[in-house]
């Protein structure tokens, strides 16, 4: 049964800076690719950014420029440095991995419990 923890959450004002961390266990071989979502309230779940086994990153138009991911492999873990972070970024922000060819959250259902991000002055 694979675990996601998600961390590093917290309040900021506008233009602040934030580093998210995700931890997946429950697995020992490493993860092939890794995806951050976030749900805002009153909004559905939403693809934040990506990063696959070549190293590849793909983000989200709105956070491309602000937001780098960035994993450890060996140690399972994925990363969000959030930057220049603005009110609309207000959200709850979950990770996501997939092991061979199955996602763990968004086709398993085994969502983390997020971490609350809140960007506000």
């Known amino acids: 049964q694979v675990q996601l923890v998600e961390s590093g959450g917290g309040l900021v004002q506008p233009g602040g800076s934030l580093r998210l961390s995700c931890a997946a266990s429950g697995r020992h071989s490493s993860f092939n690719a890794m995806k951050w979502y976030r749900q805002a309230p009153g909004k559905e779940r939403e693809f934040v950014a990506g990063i696959v086994g070549g190293g590849t990153t793909r983000y989200a138009e709105s956070v491309k420029g602000r937001f780098t991911i960035s994993r450890n492999t060996a140690m399972n873990e994925v990363y969000l440095q959030m930057n220049r972070l603005k009110p609309e970024d207000t959200a709850v922000y979950y990770c996501?991995?997939?092991?061979?060819?199955?996602?763990?959250?968004?086709?398993?259902?085994?969502w983390g419990q997020g971490t609350q991000v809140t960007v506000s002055s």
């Open positions: 996501d991995v997939r092991y061979g060819s199955i996602w763990i959250a968004s086709e398993r259902g085994s």
